[in-house]
Nanobody
């Protein structure tokens, strides 16, 4: 069992940066790939980024490549999403998830409660 708690969201202006954190409980954190997803009002949940269990592999949705970076610290049971050059279209609730290294939400077993990111123009 893994419990996930996101933090770091907030209201920022276009071009600003935020770093989201996702703290995991449980001794098995390092065995899971971790993903970040987001959901904007009226839209389906969207894959943002994923990182494999040891950080050797990462993937991103095209719209955030070059602006967002996913990383993890297995010693701290934490995964991060560094978001730079934020745009209004990045506004959403951001969720972290633990599971298989995948673009697809059903492949993740555990989910956090989400943290709101709002980017004003």
């Amino acid at each position: 069992q893994v419990q996930l708690v996101e933090s770091g969201g907030g209201l920022v202006q276009t071009g600003a940066s935020l770093r989201l954190s996702c703290a995991a409980s449980g001794r098995t954190f390092s065995t899971y790939a971790m993903g970040w997803f987001r959901q904007a009002p009226g839209k389906e949940r969207e894959f943002v980024a994923a990182i494999n269990w040891n950080g050797d592999y990462r993937k991103y949705v095209d719209s955030v490549k070059g602006r967002f970076t996913v990383s993890r610290d297995n010693a701290k049971n934490t995964v991060y999403l560094q978001m730079n050059s934020l745009k209004p279209e990045d506004t959403a609730v951001y969720y972290c998830a633990a599971g298989a290294y995948s673009y697809y939400a059903p492949n993740y077993e555990y989910w956090g409660q989400g943290t709101q990111v709002t980017v004003s123009s």
